[in-house]
């Protein structure tokens, strides 16, 4: 079994591979690491290895396991990455530092609502729905541009750039490709795309940040 330092120094390598081989500098890509479900005992692993950022799906979940960490390492830096309840809004404006689940108007309301009442203003990604899948929360990218103008215009939400999960079991690269298009049309900086099976793929198609969870964690205990 191989340590999450190892793991960690395995998925900076080949970051940094991918990097070269399509000209990149490494250092225009920051590495998630995904520890849903995990312990903070690995979170904690994963600081002591150097490792600054990190992503958690739930809210809930992260409100218990990062502040005791954040007080030891004023460095660490949380992704909010999964859904977003409109009533959860304002404990994820407490806790996370980017939110990369922005995906309908009435939670882009509720994050300006708590951002003002928190006085805090967490980073923002819009969650694409890339292949307008039924079942998956995201904003069409159809309907990106009126969307975006309405949480900077009206909300006068802090929106970096864009987000995707690509449909499982279908070839990535397409997605990603759609997304980095509307990013770069629409003025957007940060691209949040690729996960432990596609990063090297996302990376090659301009991806900012990469999601990895399982390469570095483990499988996710069962929950
Ligand atoms: C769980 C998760 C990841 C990490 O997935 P792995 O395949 O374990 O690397 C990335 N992005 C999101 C949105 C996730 O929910």
Redesign the pocket.
Known sequence: MSSIADNLKRIQDRIASACARCGRDPASVTL?A?S?FHPAESVAEALAAGQATF?E?RVQEAAGKFPGLRARHPGLRLHI??ALQTNKAREAVRVADVI??LDRPRLAEALAEAMAREQRRPGLLVQVNTGLEPQKAGIAPGALEDFLGLCRETHGLPVEGL?C?PPAGEDPAPHFALLAGAAARLGLRTL?MG???D?EEAIAHGATHV???????GD?PAM
Do not use: P, Q
């Open positions: 998630v995904v849903k992503g799906n990455i999964g990369e689940s987000m999960i949040s996960m432990s099976g990063f999601r990895v969870g399982t390469a570095i964690f996710r």
